[in-house]
């Protein structure tokens, strides 16, 4: 019996947890892609921004990049801030970073989601097929009980448990290690702009 045979033995929920891999599988490795070329473009933009000899220089490089570096609409709207109050500062740069950080995190609550129905749709179906294999019993009530055909419609039950437990756990690891990769992204970012506050708050434009 081959894996795929014993798999699909499993019932309908099993190809409702294939489907679900193969979703989770598209966005973890469309994630992984989207936070390297993020990191990659934020990287070749900070070592512009440092040829930069002005503020004015900076701004006009960061209005003519494209969105590739989620950095650069960042460090834009902090250099358009004419204001010195600090507090002013460090929220417009909060709200900035809120901003990028939903439009790097999509995806992800997919993931999140997947890793909690996974389980629960495995879970309904061993149930759904213990109902079947007591329902069997009932029927052959009267004149005996193959063990043998019971033992097998069990095993045949746990299978979607087994599945469900799988995609959930890979799921959830890759959504950890994608939320730390965001957070480890998003952080560097809030670095650079304090860098570029310290850097090119007070001075005048050339």
Not at 43 to 48: Q, S, Y
Not at 55 to 83: F, G, H, R, V, Y
Not at 184 to 200: C, K, P, S
């Amino acid at each position: 019996m081959t894996v795929l045979s014993l798999l699909l033995r499993g019932g309908i929920l099993m190809y409702v947890l294939g489907i679900i891999s193969i979703a989770a599988i598209a966005i973890i490795i469309e994630k992984y892609m989207h936070f390297r070329k993020a990191r990659k473009a934020n990287v070749l933009l900070m070592d512009m921004i440092k040829d930069c000899s002005s503020k004015s220089e900076a701004q006009k490089m960061l209005e003519e990049m494209d969105d590739t570096a989620p950095l650069s609409s960042l460090l834009n709207q902090l250099l358009q801030i004419e204001s010195n109050d600090l507090d002013l500062i460090n929220q417009s740069m909060e709200a900035a970073a809120a901003v990028e950080l939903s439009k790097l995190e999509r995806g992800l609550t997919w993931l999140s989601t997947f890793s909690a129905i996974g389980p629960l749709i495995g879970f309904l179906g061993t149930v759904i097929g213990m109902v079947r294999v007591f329902m069997n019993i009932e029927s052959h009530s009267g004149g005996g009980v193959d063990i043998s055909l019971l033992a097998g419609g069990i095993w045949e039950a746990m299978l979607t448990t087994i599945g469900g437990l799988v995609v959930g756990i890979i799921t959830i690891i890759f959504y950890n290690d994608l939320v730390q990769k965001l957070e480890v992204l998003v952080q560097e970012m809030q670095d650079a702009g304090n860098q570029m506050i310290a850097r090119f708050k007070g001075k005048d434009e050339a």
